[in-house]
């Protein structure tokens, strides 16, 4: 029967592994700073791992192990700098080791949806545009919603809901905190221009 849960203990460990997950995921929706984001998606794919592990929904666990060494490696670039075109083998070999993992690990249907979340998230993680960061969290969490449903982990499906709404939001937020301040600007130039113009009449000549 669909959500006839049995509390156990592992049970109970994986429904705390999914709020640490999704507490570092919010926080990185709300963080302009790159390497805080990755730092971030290091302890997500630490605790979604240690969930997926604990509900013995074997697909997820080893994608988001996976997502370790992701979010290792693309620290490491980014700390020493490396060139773009030598990061594009960093995503590759990742993208390459999840499809793989999946392959490896496939057992139903739905075991496809933390794929399509992984991969989606190396995407979002691999590149530095903040704006495209948090649109990509938007169609992850719909993944984790789904997949959380499957898996009949009640508490996951309330988290990611959640944390849906904050992607959602933090999209939002981005555009109407963003605009306003070009518009100061440019009304700040206007005037410092007629104030220096006001000046320029009133000096004696």
Same mark, same amino acid.
Not at 146 to 158: K, P, R, V
Not at 177 to 199: A, C, G, V
């Given at each position: 029967?669909?959500?006839? $849960?049995?509390? &156990? !203990?592992?049970?109970?460990?994986?429904?705390?592994?999914?709020?640490?997950? #999704?507490?570092?995921?919010?926080?990185?929706?709300?963080? +302009?700073?790159? $390497?805080?984001?990755?730092?971030?998606? =290091?302890?997500?794919?630490?605790?979604?791992?240690? /969930?997926?592990?604990? =509900?013995?929904?074997?697909?997820?666990?080893?994608?988001?192990?996976?997502?370790? #060494?992701?979010? @290792?490696?693309?620290?490491?670039?980014? +700390? =020493?700098?490396?060139?773009?075109?030598?990061?594009? $083998?960093?995503?590759?070999?990742?993208?390459?080791?999840? @499809?793989?993992?999946?392959?490896?690990?496939?057992?139903? !249907?739905?075991?496809?949806?933390?794929?399509?979340?992984? #991969?989606?998230?190396?995407?979002?993680?691999?590149?530095?545009?903040?704006?495209?960061?948090?649109?990509?969290?938007?169609? $992850?969490?719909?993944?984790?919603?789904?997949?959380?449903?499957?898996?009949?982990?009640?508490?996951?499906?309330?988290?990611?809901?959640? =944390?849906?709404?904050?992607?959602? #939001?933090?999209?939002?937020?981005?555009? &109407?905190?963003?605009?306003?301040?070009? /518009?100061?600007?440019? /009304?700040?130039? /206007? @005037?410092?221009?007629?104030?220096?113009?006001?000046?320029?009449?009133?000096?004696?000549?």
């Amino acid at each position: 029967m669909w959500f006839d $849960i049995t509390w &156990t !203990w592992e049970f109970i460990v994986s429904q705390i592994c999914v709020l640490v997950a #999704v507490l570092s995921l919010a926080l990185s929706c709300c963080t +302009k700073n790159r $390497i805080l984001i990755l730092i971030l998606a =290091l302890l997500n794919s630490i605790f979604y791992g240690l /969930q997926y592990l604990f =509900l013995k929904e074997y697909s997820g666990a080893v994608l988001n192990f996976i997502g370790i #060494v992701r979010a @290792i490696w693309f620290f490491i670039n980014d +700390k =020493l700098k490396v060139r773009r075109n030598y990061t594009l $083998i960093s995503l590759f070999v990742c993208l390459a080791c999840l @499809i793989a993992a999946e392959i490896w690990t496939f057992s139903a !249907w739905y075991s496809i949806l933390p794929l399509l979340a992984t #991969v989606t998230y190396t995407l979002a993680v691999w590149q530095k545009n903040i704006k495209i960061y948090r649109w990509a969290i938007v169609p $992850i969490e719909i993944c984790g919603v789904a997949y959380n449903i499957m898996c009949q982990s009640l508490f996951g499906i309330i988290f990611e809901s959640i =944390l849906l709404i904050v992607a959602i #939001v933090s999209v939002i937020r981005y555009y &109407t905190h963003s605009e306003p301040p070009k /518009q100061n600007y440019k /009304q700040n130039l /206007q @005037i410092n221009d007629e104030n220096l113009e006001n000046k320029n009449e009133e000096t004696p000549v």
